[in-house]
């Protein structure tokens, strides 16, 4: 089962800041978040393995609470490159399948 | 850096017609995957392979797909006969073990007529 992201949508001007929520209905072993370019493939962001473990990547930042099987996406002060489609992708424990969201849209204006 | 290759990148073909989607995953990973993306949607899940066979697949990768590893390092993933709903960006990925971080390929692009 697919998870639901949240917002659809979100469009920031330089140097605002974002959060983007994905949760589950089942329980979850990992959460990963990938962005992707206009015809271009996912890359890969970040992987988070463990409850309430956050990580981050230069502005970019994320949350995983595993009891509540959420995870949220942080982007602080956003640059023009950081414009696309956001996935989460979600794999729950004994699945070694990540099922993506349908995915958050970021643009990012001058 | 070493990366997964796709080809081709884009075929158009007529309804009806099989195609042939070729991966070359990154030669020390274990996990491969292809997913499917129509035009603005999610990435959808097709199929999983580990161990020289298929692991896994969703309810989309019925007896029209079917997915071979003809020479040990290839990937393919062929639709029998195509029809129009099937034209769609389609993704390789593998990965080095069973969790971990996902490497996509550059996708084909298949359009059908």
């Known amino acids: 089962q697919q998870p639901v992201q949240s917002p659809q949508a979100v469009i920031l001007r330089e140097g605002e800041d974002a959060v983007i929520n994905c949760s589950s209905s089942k329980a979850l072993y990992s959460v990963h978040w990938y962005r992707q370019k206009h015809g271009e493939a996912p890359v890969f962001l970040m992987i988070l393995l463990k409850g309430g473990e956050q990580k981050g990547h230069e502005k970019i930042s994320a949350s995983f609470n595993e009891k509540k099987q959420q995870s949220s996406l942080y982007l602080t002060a956003s640059q023009l490159s950081y414009s696309g489609t956001y996935f989460c992708g979600t794999e729950p424990g004994g699945s070694y399948i990540p099922t993506f969201g349908r995915g958050t849209s970021l643009i990012v204006h001058p | 850096e070493p990366e997964v290759t796709q080809t081709p990148s884009h075929q158009v073909t007529q309804m009806g017609q099989e195609v042939i989607l070729r991966c070359v995953p990154i030669?020390?990973?274990?996990?491969f995957y292809w997913y499917r993306q129509i035009l603005g949607q999610k990435v959808e899940f097709l199929v999983s392979?580990?161990?020289?066979?298929?692991?896994?697949k969703s309810e989309i990768f019925d007896d029209q797909f079917s997915v071979e590893r003809p020479d040990g390092s290839n990937f393919t993933l062929k639709i029998r006969s195509t029809k129009l709903e099937d034209s769609a960006m389609y993704f390789c990925?593998?990965?080095?073990?069973?969790?971990?971080?996902?490497?996509f390929g550059e996708g084909s692009r298949l359009t059908v007529l």
């Open positions: 030669s020390n990973h274990l996990y």
């Open positions: 990925a593998s990965r080095v073990q069973g969790t971990g971080e996902l490497f």
């Open positions: 392979f580990y161990n020289n066979e298929i692991s896994e």
